[in-house]
């Protein structure tokens, strides 16, 4: 695969400042500068040419939307290879994601004869057999540092760590490729020479786990550790590894999704979607987002023992007071029956702080004050009246009765390429709880909660597979207390 002819960190700053001041033909010219690297690079992660596809456009338009945070334009190049790695393990790691591959066509290579076809995918075949003794990341920093030609700071920022763990990761990832190299010719040469290796080997190309137990072979075998000794080149091994090709439309849907006024929604759902960004402006890879924690609703545990102890006294406390004379336990009145003493006022509860834990009233539905009952007055004539000086506690108000609002529902649509789409839930007039009740058509989807008057909420929509030969197509959301929103796409 060539390298970056021509390109230096003059043109990447070049680029990026021309994409930061929304040149005309500034995209179309990143594109054409970038595209076919970065979709080899989506290609490899995705082993699927329309997944692929849709992580270089959506990557492509979240840059142009995210360059003003880019504080190093000479490192473009590298920033837009974070964006399209994120991209591409948010889609890896979609838990809707269909399971049916279709990789992409091979760029075409010069009119080879059937022997030097045959030679190169015996090259192919020795290069897997190699790769497979490495772990994915090791894999992913050889393929950028050889393949892509990218130095151990782009690697860094890519997968945002530091300079120092990219060093060792690519010179990790280098030591285990050459152990795996040896072990993959002696796999493929050494059957006559070491029983053992017969014995490993069974298939052609190597998998993960025999390549790693060849290579523990080898360093404990006499036989296999002098023949291992045999060095290929790696960059020029893993050169040989097929190149997947730009699908042909891919630059006009790009380049449309950017600049039709019509499509300002899909380029703010994909911006959102790259987000976040640090503070120097590079994404934040998906494995290191924490996801957000709701607040907890129950008193700590470290509470407990405190608030039990509080609970004791309480009783106590009441438990005396109970048995004290004139301690309001029971009162005697002037025919000398105890009469059970009535507290002076009620006690009201208190709603939750969180408002969405409360179901919404009815129409019509108040809540009723408890009525205050006041003590009999005593008849007892040598008792002397003794004037109260305590104040009457005003009446406790009603609360105002919650007006449930309207849910209003708005559809989306997917442009060609992309297999997702956001519904957008407002809360019109009052509070609203809702949730998905269904879909219709080849789509999903899932979602509720609690509205406050005038708040909204995002629903995305996944929509299946496409056939061979279908064009498009359309569904529906429904959505309860009300309503229903539709869904359309274009394959």
């Known amino acids: 695969m060539a390298g970056w002819p021509g390109i230096s960190d003059v043109d990447d700053r070049r680029l990026a400042e021309a994409l930061r001041r929304g040149d005309t033909g500034a995209l179309t010219e990143v594109y054409d500068t970038y595209a ?62 269909p399971a049916t591959r279709q990789e992409a066509p091979e760029l075409e290579e010069p009119a080879l004869s059937e022997q030097d076809r045959a030679k190169l995918e015996e090259q192919r075949l020795l290069a897997h057999s190699a790769l497979a003794g490495l772990t994915g990341k090791q894999r992913e920093a050889i393929d950028l540092s050889v393949r892509h030609e990218l130095d151990a700071e782009d690697i860094a920022g890519i997968f945002a760590i530091t300079t120092p763990q990219a060093n060792k990761l690519l010179g990790d990832a280098r030591a285990d490729l050459t152990k795996s190299l040896a072990a993959a010719i002696i796999a493929r040469t050494g059957h006559d020479d070491c ?33 291992r000794s045999r060095r290929v080149s790696m960059n020029r091994l893993l050169q040989v590894l097929p190149v997947a090709a730009l699908p042909a439309d891919l630059r006009l849907d790009i380049i449309t999704v950017a600049t039709a006024p019509d499509r300002n929604e899909t380029r703010m759902t ?45 009783l106590i406390i009441g438990g005396v007071m109970l048995f004290l004379p004139g301690s309001g336990g029971k009162e005697e009145t002037s025919n000398g029956q105890a009469q059970a003493a009535v507290p002076s006022d009620s006690v009201s509860i208190e709603p939750s702080a969180d408002a969405s834990d409360l179901p919404l009233p009815t129409d019509g539905a108040t809540a009723t004050p408890s009525k205050t009952v006041s003590a009999s007055p005593s008849t007892s004539k040598s008792a002397k009246p003794t004037p109260s000086t305590s104040r009457p506690r005003p009446p406790a108000t009603q609360p105002r009765p919650v007006t449930p609002g309207r849910l209003v529902v708005s559809g989306c649509r997917m442009s060609s390429g992309d297999r997702t789409c956001v519904i957008t839930v407002s809360a019109s007039g009052g509070p609203v709880s809702w949730r998905v009740t269904g879909t219709s058509g080849n789509i999903s989807a899932s979602g509720g909660g609690t509205l406050a008057a005038g708040q909204s909420s995002g629903v995305q929509v996944t929509r299946g597979s496409c056939g061979l030969l279908q064009t498009g197509g359309s569904g529906s959301v429904s959505f309860s207390p009300n309503g229903s929103a539709g869904v359309s796409w274009r394959c």
């Open 36 to 97: 076919p690297h970065l979709y080899e690079y989506c290609h490899g992660l995705l082993r699927d040419q329309a997944e692929a596809a849709g992580a270089l456009r959506d990557s492509l338009i979240a840059a142009q939307e995210h360059i003003g945070k880019l504080r190093e334009p000479e490192r473009f190049r590298s920033w837009l290879y974070a964006i399209v790695r994120s991209a591409c393990l948010r889609r890896r790691d979609d838990p809707e994601r």
């Open 195 to 227: 029983p053992s290796v017969a014995a490993l080997v069974d298939t052609w190309p190597l998998n993960p786990e025999v390549c790693r137990k060849l290579v523990r072979h080898i360093e404990a075998c006499p036989t296999c550790g002098e023949r």
């Open 270 to 314: 994909i911006a959102r979607r790259a987000e976040p960004f640090d503070s120097r402006g590079w994404p934040t890879p998906p494995e290191q987002v924490r996801p957000v924690t709701p607040p907890r609703r129950n008193p700590p545990v470290r509470l407990w023992p405190a608030l039990t102890a509080a609970a004791c006294v309480l």
